[in-house]
């Protein structure tokens, strides 16, 4: 599962975690990028396409959604791109800092509740 907590000035901000073997590392990694670098709230962070690679096969894993463009562009980088089916499964809570306020987000590829109390 891989759990993982996010600090900021040494208070809590963002708990997340996803089954999927290898994949899990790149899950929670993209949906921590996702929140802290691309601005996106806790669910759009989570519903967002995944990308993932592995040293043996050697390819660059994608999912649906991913643009043709960058699809292209990475291809075009030396990638072995290739378009696969769902990876990951992430559960993820966000904390607002000004407020207190918990928002949970549960990953669409898979049945599951977020819950913080």
């Known amino acids: 599962m ?3 907590m996010v600090f900021r000035e040494g208070k ?6 996803s089954p999927g073997s290898s994949r899990i590392i790149s899950t929670v990694l993209q949906v921590v990028l996702n929140v802290i ?6 669910q759009e962070a989570v519903n967002a396409p995944k990308v993932h690679h592995e040293w043996m096969p050697d390819e660059l894993r994608v999912e649906k959604g991913i643009s043709p463009d960058t699809m292209k562009m990475l291809g075009q980088m030396g990638h072995n791109v290739v378009l696969r089916g769902p990876m990951g499964s992430a559960t993820s809570v966000l904390i607002d800092p000004a407020t207190g306020k918990r928002y949970g987000a549960v990953d ?4 599951g509740l977020a819950m913080g109390y």
């Open 2 to 4: 891989a759990p993982t």
């Open 108 to 111: 669409p590829r898979r049945e």
């Open 37 to 42: 670098d691309h601005k996106m709230n806790i």
């Open 12 to 17: 809590l901000r963002l708990v997340t975690g």
